[in-house]
């Protein structure tokens, strides 16, 4: 089965840094772009960023460019979200999933659970 | 304000067929495919369409997408208490920055 499975909820102060990670199995993880994706309380879906594992090859969304740093360690199958100065506007839920593909259509499938972040003073 | 437009709200009694239009432009659904995600209460997005009108295994056949131009939507048909969600659309967007993801704001449907 293929799955991804995101670390558990956090609570940070403003200013803190913080790495959240979503390790796949079940599939070949360096043959996958991974994505990132918010949903801030009460809110829709927003696309941060991809990374292939494969090369650490990434591309972020201009709205997160700068604001996030998407990483991944294809030894343990694992890809991040990283931040190195929590706002409190980064209260949010954040999803991984994997991104499918067949010729040019693209999609997400499966999601991980989500892990939630709380910054709070 | 999302790229992508969806009604906020949607709602249905069961055994009815609703509709959940999403309206975009010739940058994202005019030249891309659209996919459909639902999101049960206090749970992750689930692929429910993708390609325009393709299910996913598990998806039922009362779960169908499609799409012109522009603008695709999501048809359910004989709606279930279990379908009260937010359902979200999304496509790739060709923009000058490069490649982008774009969403709908979500539709929260309500089986009366």
């Known amino acids: 089965e293929v799955q991804l499975v995101q670390s558990g909820a956090e609570v940070k102060k403003p200013g803190e840094s913080l790495k959240i990670s979503c390790k796949g199995s079940?599939?070949?993880?360096?043959?996958?772009?991974i994505g990132w994706v918010r949903q801030m309380p009460g809110k829709g879906l927003e696309w941060m960023g991809l990374i292939y594992p494969g090369d650490s090859d990434t591309t972020y969304s201009p709205s997160f460019q700068g604001q996030v740093t998407i990483s991944a360690d294809k030894s343990i199958s694992t890809a991040y979200l990283q931040w190195s100065s929590l706002k409190a506007s980064d209260t949010a839920m954040y999803y991984c999933?994997?991104?499918?593909?067949?010729?040019?259509?693209?999609?997400?499938?499966?999601w991980g659970q989500g892990t939630l972040v709380i910054v709070s003073s | 304000q999302s790229v992508l437009t969806q009604p906020p709200s949607a709602s249905g009694t069961p055994g009815q067929r609703v509709t959940i239009s999403c309206s975009g432009s010739?940058?994202?659904?005019?030249?891309?495919?659209v996919n459909w995600y639902q999101q049960l209460p206090g749970t992750a997005p689930k692929l429910l369409i993708y390609s325009n009108n393709q299910r996913p295994s598990g998806v039922p056949d009362r779960f169908s997408g499609s799409k012109s131009g522009t603008s695709a939507s999501l048809a359910i048909s004989g709606l279930q208490s279990e379908d009260e969600a937010d359902y979200y659309c999304?496509?790739?967007?060709?923009?000058?920055?490069?490649?982008?993801?774009?969403f709908g704001g979500g539709t929260k449907l309500t089986v009366l």
């Open positions: 999304a496509a790739w967007d060709d923009s000058l920055n490069g490649p982008d993801v774009v």
């Open positions: 010739s940058s994202n659904i005019g030249s891309n495919t």
């Open positions: 079940g599939y070949s993880f360096t043959t996958y772009w």
């Open positions: 999933a994997r991104l499918e593909n067949i010729v040019t259509s693209n999609w997400f499938d499966p």
